[in-house]
């Protein structure tokens, strides 16, 4: 499902509710250091006709008519999302995007809460590091405990290390929220899978983690979803040990 414009919706999202996304990424393509088995954008390969990335002006500008449009007609927004058809750290302008948004919600929105849906691999900048710190909702993804285990359902583009991750995530000191999605297939999410996930959770201890399933078509097929009753017995652990978890099917 491609986004079409820089700023999309709102829509209805399952974990931010009434959801304003920012698509810093091509109009009319697909732009990530991820290839997902998961993706709702589909394969990279499929995605390869637009590489033109919105300015940084025509970001603000584009969100600045949006968010005057709703406030004038009475529309509810719950979050200003980052998301779009890849990721967004990607924009060479990343930071100085997010320091504009935050003007503008200040101005028109100011109880929404601005999101970054990344996959963390940028976190190493400092420049993206600072800038994430700066939003309300820095939701950064881990999806598996491995290499082996991300190479099988993240597909990584170049190299991408678990553990590095792991370490740049830290720099937080648990001031953010951690995305992860559960899926049936094939090797994934098995015991030993959920056992070093949690390990890793527990040695991060992020204030809310976001675990859900597939909602939509998926690049891969066969690929089969979670029940919320069966991602809570997987989490159930974490849960007793007093871990905030949001589970969405």
């Given amino acids: 499902m491609m986004r079409e414009e820089t700023v999309f919706g709102p829509i209805f999202s399952r974990r931010l509710g009434s959801s304003l996304g920012i698509n810093l990424l091509p109009r009319e393509g697909k732009l990530c250091n ?17 590489r033109t990335l919105p300015t940084a002006e025509e970001v603000r500008k584009a969100l600045s008519d949006k968010l005057e449009t709703c406030r004038a007609a009475g529309t509810s927004i719950d979050s200003i999302t980052f998301s779009g058809d890849g990721e967004p750290t990607l ?3 990343f930071a100085a995007i997010i320091d504009g948004t935050l003007a503008l919600r200040d101005r028109w929105y100011p109880s929404a809460r601005v999101s970054v849906l990344s996959n963390a691999t940028k976190v190493w900048r400092e420049d993206v590091f600072q800038a994430l710190r700066k939003v309300d909702n820095p939701i950064l993804k881990l999806d598996a405990p491995t290499d082996e285990a991300a190479r ?7 190299e991408y290390h678990v553990e590095d991750i792991v370490r740049d995530l830290e720099r937080f000191e648990g ?3 951690l995305q992860t999605m559960f899926l049936r297939g094939p090797g994934f999410a098995t015991e030993d899978w959920v ?3 949690m390990d890793i959770v527990r040695r991060l201890r992020p204030r809310e983690v976001m675990v859900y399933t597939i909602d939509r ?11 919320v ?3 809570r017995t997987l989490v159930r652990p974490l849960l007793d040990e007093g871990f ?3 589970i969405k099917g």
């Fill in 217 to 227: 078509e998926t690049p891969l097929q066969g690929l089969r979803k979670y029940t």
């Fill in 244 to 246: 905030r978890i949001q």
């Fill in 91 to 93: 924009h060479p302008d």
């Fill in 152 to 158: 099988l359902v993240n597909k990584p583009v170049g």
């Fill in 195 to 197: 056992e070093g996930w």
């Fill in 175 to 177: 001031d953010f929220i």
């Fill in 34 to 50: 991820f290839d997902c088995v998961y993706c709702e954008c589909g394969w990279n390969a499929d995605g390869r006709g637009d």
């Fill in 229 to 231: 009753d069966e991602m």
